[in-house]
């Protein structure tokens, strides 16, 4: 019962930066766990970064020290700081949310943005 609306991708020069946003709608009233994924043409979809309701962060190895994910207090919105981009960085980005609760019904499975292109190039 989850919608994820997914903003910001677009075209950036190497060394560049951009930022992506993500906001879950529906009537949830709180998310555990949401974040971004990426995937290239040929390749498995990979972590960029995931936020926690208790603040905890995990990143790609790729992006770490690069991109910086941040979050409302229920986490029903995150945003993505992408800096120093690389022409690896190109993929489509998705949005994540897993962990929805609903008052006291909670739903544990994972729900997933339609995408956005994020493309890194001069």
């Known amino acids: 019962q989850v919608q994820l609306v997914e903003s910001g991708g677009g075209l950036a020069q190497p060394g560049g930066s951009l930022r992506l946003s993500c906001a879950a709608s529906g009537r949830l009233v709180r998310i555990n766990h949401m974040g971004w994924y990426r995937q290239a043409p040929g390749k498995e979809r990979e972590l960029v970064a995931v936020?926690?309701?208790?603040?905890?962060?995990n990143y790609g190895a790729s992006v770490k020290g690069r991109f910086h994910i941040s979050g409302d207090g229920l986490l029903k919105s995150v945003s993505l700081e992408m800096n120093s981009l690389k022409p690896e960085d190109t993929a489509v980005y998705y949005c994540?949310?897993?962990?929805?609760?609903?008052?006291?019904?909670?739903?544990?499975?994972?729900?997933w943005g339609q995408g956005t292109q994020v493309t890194v190039s001069s």
């Open positions: 994540n949310a897993d962990g929805i609760w609903y008052e006291d019904i909670f739903d544990n499975n994972n729900y």
């Open positions: 936020l926690s309701r208790v603040g905890s962060t």
